[in-house]
């Protein structure tokens, strides 16, 4: 298997632009999460899938953010409009157990945003 | 919902020597403790873990200690290497009801540097 798949690996956007960061998570697991990771806050969850419905997004920072999963395969994070704080580098990880099994993260997507 | 705190926030120790690093949690619901090692521009990969019902785990040079009493619980290395230069990550999972079920909750994460 080749892991958690994650597109692109480095995005540099303008501020006020769209951004869509894409994931593939392994083949059988069932949960998917997001999250963002900084020097200042570390690293954070911000949302969590189930069976491809979201479970928890408390951890979304506002409402420019949003995350879909459309199947079993792939889910997509958006920022719309992005802006320089946003700046990070975003994981994916999957699992097939939230209580018993470990998360595997994807390569993660560096994003900078000007 | 959950805490994690870990200390040192750096850590720098000669090749050969031991590095412990510690984490406490706030949450007495959390039963499960895994360790992540970043290497610079890497992903996250899981080294050791330990459950609750467990006082100490040891993989070779590395080996987790838990207090469930105290809440913390501690990661160390022996014999330190210069690639095991990296960024370590606590975490703790909740495995009760509610909206916080299953989730990790992270450290701020340790930089260490092994020095040859």
């Known amino acids: 298997d080749a892991g958690v798949i994650q597109s692109p690996r480095h995005e540099v956007t303008e501020m006020g632009q769209e951004v869509t960061l894409r994931c593939k998570p392994i083949s059988g697991h069932d949960y998917l999460f997001w999250y963002r990771q900084t020097m200042m806050r570390g690293l954070e969850l911000l949302i969590y899938f189930n069976n491809n419905v979201p479970i928890d997004d408390s951890g979304m920072p506002e409402d420019r953010f949003s995350a879909k999963m459309p199947n079993a395969s792939f889910s997509t994070l958006k920022i719309q409009p992005s802006e320089p704080r946003d700046s990070a580098v975003y994981f994916c990880?999957?699992?097939?157990?939230?209580?018993?099994?470990?998360?595997?993260f994807g390569a993660g997507t560096r994003l900078s945003v000007l | 919902g959950e805490n994690v705190e870990q200390h040192p926030s750096t850590l720098s120790v000669q090749e050969g020597d031991s590095a412990v690093i510690k984490c406490t949690y706030s949450d007495s619901a959390s039963n499960y403790f895994p360790w992540y090692k970043q290497e610079l521009g890497k992903r996250p990969q899981l080294i050791i873990d330990i459950r609750s019902n467990v006082g100490e785990k040891k993989d070779q040079r590395i080996a987790v200690t838990l207090n469930k009493t105290a809440k913390h619980f501690s990661l160390h290395i022996t014999e330190t290497q210069p690639e095991d230069s990296a960024v370590y990550f606590c975490a703790a999972r909740i495995n009760a009801g509610g909206t916080s079920y299953g989730k990790l909750t992270f450290g701020q994460g340790t930089i260490l540097t092994v020095h040859p």
């Open positions: 990880a999957s699992t097939t157990n939230i209580a018993k099994n470990i998360q595997y």
